[in-house]
């Protein structure tokens, strides 16, 4: 949801830093609320327009299969 939300993708998390990339690396409030929802430190931002990341958080949540308790 927060993804969504905030137009955020993260990249990778190396050397305890998470890369993300975001529509607005202006929004301080959605970067600290990321750092006290997964708990870390260090977030680096990159930019990205809104059309793209829309289009990559389609892609990447449409082909999650969600499983059924009886798949489990």
């Given amino acids: 949801n927060m993804a969504e939300l905030c137009k955020m993708i993260p990249l990778k998390f190396e050397n305890d830093t998470l890369t993300i990339v975001m529509s607005d690396p202006n929004n301080l409030q ?25 289009a990559a958080l389609k892609r990447i949540y449409t082909n999650v299969k969600e499983e059924s308790i009886n798949d489990i």
């Fill in 30 to 54: 959605a970067i600290d609320d990321l750092k006290n929802m997964i708990g870390i430190q260090n977030v680096s931002v990159c930019l990205a327009s809104v059309a793209k990341i829309e």
